[in-house]
């Protein structure tokens, strides 16, 4: 996330069908190389004529989008939201795995591993349209699930984020249709944990 412009498609951290059978390789294919890519090619357009944002990361863009010009905020909004979801989202999944070095922070802060499934799986499903679902590190230092709409991120309100995971439609529909809620209990079993503790030790600095 310490990137400047111009911005570069982040490689997949795995090959294409590493996330099977919970995620497929034409799904990635298309999220990665189309969607993703997309993104990056439409925020260096937008900050081409603007040098002086050109040593801003994508976490300044984002936390510091009322400095920026009226005219480009929100298509900055929009397109490093777009840039930075995405290459966490990829970043934060890995082949199938049982180790979890974060099940106790999650028991802390929900009760069991269950009850956090079962409310980032209901901020999923409730996310009208296209969206995220995040585990993030709140402004009072708390564990917390909350969801956003398009590619707004909640660190441009004061949160740490940890964990995302994409409910656009492209994220899923071409394997799971419109059945959203079975991509959502599968993409459970792809969490890369300890890349997700690793962000929240990070944040805890």
């Known amino acids: ?105 999650l028991t802390n802060a929900f009760g069991s591993y269950e009850k956090f499934v079962e409310s980032m799986t209901d901020h999923a499903l409730s996310q009208f349209g296209s969206g995220y679902a995040w585990l993030v590190i709140n402004p009072d230092n708390q564990l917390e699930i909350l969801n956003t709409p398009n590619q707004n991120n909640p660190i441009s309100n004061g949160n740490f984020p940890l964990l995302c995971m994409d409910v656009w439609e492209h994220a899923y529909y071409l394997k799971y249709k419109n059945l959203r809620k079975d991509y959502t209990a599968n993409w459970f079993h792809l969490i890369d944990w300890t890349e997700v503790f690793n962000r929240m030790k990070k944040a805890n600095k």
Request: glycine share 2%; aromatic share 12%; proline share 9%.
């Open 1 to 105: 996330m310490q990137q400047t412009y111009p911005f570069d498609l982040m490689p997949l951290p795995y090959d294409y069908d590493a996330l099977e059978p919970y995620m497929d390789a034409e799904t990635l294919h298309y999220h990665h190389d189309k969607h993703l890519k997309t993104y990056v090619d439409n925020l260096n357009k937008i900050l081409k004529d603007y040098p002086q944002y050109h040593d801003w990361t994508l976490e300044k863009l984002l936390i510091q989008l009322n400095e920026l010009p009226e005219d480009i905020r929100q298509p900055v909004m929009n397109n490093a939201g777009g840039v930075y979801n995405h290459e966490m989202f990829f970043s934060l999944m890995h082949a199938p795995a049982n180790e979890n070095p974060m099940a106790s922070d």
